[in-house]
């Protein structure tokens, strides 16, 4: 029997309505209070977690008590670093969409906020933090050298298939990256999440997909209509995006494909109900934990599944040759 990776990642922030302004007076972090009892459902899944933590969360005293508890209990788990920017010393003003997102801030800015990240989380488990996931994704080679020179040797900041007015990944597909053309010692690696389409070969859906969001053919609905129809789905390895069914058809072409990874996400903010747009009840959270539990079912139905932190897994794949090369 075949195996796989299975990573699961957590961006683990502060509450906010995220079509309303950014917080950087008001900031709640009420939803780490839900971690531990999620932890627990996991470790009953047999999962290890990977928990990308914004300085919202670090800088609150009672979040940073229970994010220690929670490491120092759970042998299993990864801290990593999530960049808000807003939220970040040294803080930028962010007046506009364009200025949430790291890939626009001069580089010398997030060089120290990410410092003073790293080291709040280094503070915190006494060990420096070897992944990342810049907040609202995106990521550019002068951020990705930053990480490398800071310790860092993982990041997750590319959303494969997806394109905005400030980055795209559009080009990018899920599968592992050695960043070689980097030059960075120890060699940086880009472990995105999983995405992709109910059809195969990726790279010929994406096509489509972009020529059915252009003007002349959007008008027509038809990305809607074959959604619809389930002839072209582009899905996200998300339960807060998608259902069992459809992440299990993603992960059958992804097995198919014979990726050596299936990476899954969330948000913390997830977990307290009324906070996200995904989970507005206790009964949309009972949901989202049944659609990681049946995901990783399927998976243990169909080859030998090894849960791994996200960094673990990085490294394992490196060492088996199973990464690509970017650039």
Known sequence: MRKVYFVLSVDTEEEWDWDGPFPNKVISVEN???????????????LKTSYFLDYAVMENPHARDLLADLYQNNPGIEYGSHLHPWVTPPIVPVVSE???HIVNLPIDIVSEQL?????????LTGRQPTSFRSGRWGINDDILRALAEQGYLVDSSIYPFYENDWFSCA?????PLAMSYLRTNPELIELPVTAGFNHRPFSKAQRLHKTLEQPAWARFHVVGVLWALMLHRKIYLSPELSTS????????EMLQAECPVIHMYLHSSSLLPGSTRYVQSERDKNRLMKRIEGVVDFLRSQCEVETLTITEAALRLKEEGALKTHG
């Open 115 to 123: 410092r003073s990240l790293t080291s709040t989380i280094t503070e």
């Open 245 to 252: 069914r459809d992440m299990i058809a993603l992960c059958k």
């Open 98 to 100: 364009a200025d949430s």
């Open 171 to 175: 080009d990018y597909d899920s599968w």
């Open 32 to 46: 780490v209070d839900h971690l531990p009892g999620f932890q627990g459902q996991l470790n009953d899944l047999g």
